[in-house]
């Protein structure tokens, strides 16, 4: 791994706190605030392999651009739900419909039996339909694909690895013992 020049540092650090000033849909402040302490803290690092594992470690995904909620862009309705459970659950009004205005999305959930429960997990799905709507490529699930991806195919590749070597071991032995008798 290379030493990045204090120049690129410099770079990359302005690039940084330009992209937090042109954010609409995250905290500014929030944003600007974690990169200024990121920078402090890496300022001490010195040792290439010290830089590497705090590269690694941060290689997670990146929630910079996840939606935020306004309450004023939701529409929330409730209505009876429906489905196994029988008299309790077609009188009671639990389940919960959002409709995000700016965009037309809409969530229906009726997953737990008391609306309370059932209004977080709508507002965590439509956070999760506006952020594969607004981010595409870059939203929290596709990362994680990306990422379950990459294990996927490293967990295949270190397979056939110990394959080949299993099987060449297995060659070696029956030379072996061939020239043994």
Known sequence: MFQPSRQQILRLYKHLIRYGNHLKLTDKNYFLGRVRHEFRDSRQLTSPSEIEFNFRSTANLDYSRYPKLQESEIEETFMRGSGPGGQAVNKTSNCVFL?????????????????SKNRVEA???????????????????????????????????????????????????????????
């Open 99 to 115: 409709r995000h205005l700016p965009t037309n999305i809409t969530i229906k959930c009726h997953t737990h039996r008391l609306a």
């Open 123 to 181: 507002r965590k799905l439509l956070l999760d339909k506006l952020d594969a709507h607004f981010n595409g490529e870059n939203s929290i699930a596709a990362q994680i694909k990306v990422l379950e991806q990459r294990k996927s195919t490293e967990r295949r590749r270190r397979q056939g690895k110990m394959q080949e070597m299993k099987t060449r071991w297995q060659e070696r032995e029956r030379t072996e013992e061939s020239n043994d008798k």
